[in-house]
């Protein structure tokens, strides 16, 4: 007994370091942003008390609300977009044999590369000095000869966000996969005996029986694109004109280059309000969802 809480206080004393660390670094800094919410703190002065005068101008702060109008479509793309590949390869890949950990590796490989590098290729990718506009160039297509598309403020979030799912799609994968590889086989052969054709298969069969990792998905979705920065402030730094701003970028630059530290410590609060609810309401869905299986 005495050996067992001798033990206990040795993981005690190896872990409190970085537990002091972890609070000093995280928690306190969390917890004060509570209060500079509330202040007209510029980084470096003596904060003044406003009140809720920094979330009314939220509400009229056209910059914000279009970062949040980004951050919509970013999110529904990443929601959309690597599943869809994900599930559809995991189904031709769990059919593969013996190919199939060479397959799922090699898809897994972008996953593996970090975030800054992705994005400083995708750069040069999409440059039209250095990337795939001079091979439309070279190859005379003329209509694609000045293909740029993150100095077009209709076309910029689409070229980021698809880096991101790019990045991402691989680990997709590998989730769906095993999900799949979950799946009762006997159910398969109950549906070839009643008679139904892939797509009934699909829907009926495969589809329920991941669903629990289909919606831990999506919570992990909403958490990861609402704290996107990496790609968006490598390649264009919310340019060009506001087209590619995240709420991330928007309350970086609002924090630190701005210096209105308490306008974007009331940004962060809102932005991790909202992220908070909507996954309370996607975990709620998930235990639901859990209840039926």
């Known amino acids: 007994m005495r050996k067992l809480q001798k033990n206990r206080l040795r993981g005690t004393f190896f872990v409190l370091p970085a537990f002091l660390l972890h609070f000093c670094v995280i928690v306190i800094p969390a917890c004060s942003m509570f209060y500079y919410a509330m202040t007209d703190w510029n980084g470096l002065s003596q904060p003044n008390f406003v009140g809720f005068d920094n979330f009314a101008?939220?509400?009229?702060?056209?910059?914000?609300l279009f970062a949040i109008r980004n951050n919509l479509?970013?999110?529904?793309?990443?929601m959309t977009v690597p599943?869809?590949?994900?599930?559809?390869?995991?189904?031709?890949?769990?059919?593969?044999?013996?190919?199939?950990?060479?397959?799922?590796?090699?898809?897994?490989?972008p996953y593996v590369i970090s975030a800054a590098i992705s994005g400083k290729i995708f750069t040069v990718f999409y440059s039209p000095y250095s990337g795939i506009a001079t091979i439309f160039q070279q190859l005379g297509i003329e209509s694609l000869s000045d293909f740029a598309p993150l100095g077009d403020q209709n076309q910029a979030l689409y070229a980021a966000a698809f880096v991101d799912n790019w990045h991402w799609w691989g680990?997709?994968?590998v989730l769906m996969m095993s999900a799949l590889h979950q799946v009762d086989?006997?159910?398969?052969?109950?549906?070839?005996?009643?008679?139904?054709?892939?797509?009934?298969?699909?829907?009926?069969?495969?589809?329920p029986q991941i669903k629990p990792t289909i919606t831990s998905y999506f919570v992990f979705v909403v958490i990861a694109t609402f704290t996107t920065f990496?790609?968006?402030?490598?390649?264009?730094?919310?340019?060009?004109?506001?087209?590619?701003?995240?709420?991330?970028?928007?309350?970086?630059?609002?924090?630190?280059?701005?210096?209105?530290a308490g306008y974007g410590s009331a940004m962060s609060l809102?932005?991790?309000?909202?992220a908070l609810l909507v996954y309370a309401?996607?975990?709620?869905?998930q235990r639901k969802v859990g209840e039926k299986e």
């Open 281 to 285: 309401v996607l975990k709620k869905i």
């Open 230 to 260: 990496d790609y968006v402030w490598i390649m264009t730094q919310g340019g060009p004109a506001g087209a590619t701003e995240l709420l991330s970028t928007r309350i970086y630059k609002t924090s630190f280059l701005n210096n209105e």
């Open 171 to 173: 680990f997709v994968l």
């Open 57 to 64: 101008r939220m509400i009229k702060d056209t910059d914000f």
């Open 73 to 78: 479509i970013w999110t529904l793309l990443f």
């Open 185 to 207: 086989s006997s159910l398969y052969e109950a549906a070839k005996i009643e008679g139904a054709n892939p797509f009934q298969t699909l829907v009926h069969v495969t589809l």
């Open 270 to 274: 809102s932005v991790c309000l909202f």
């Open 83 to 109: 599943l869809v590949l994900g599930l559809g390869m995991g189904l031709i890949f769990v059919r593969a044999g013996k190919i199939q950990m060479p397959l799922r590796a090699l898809c897994f490989l």
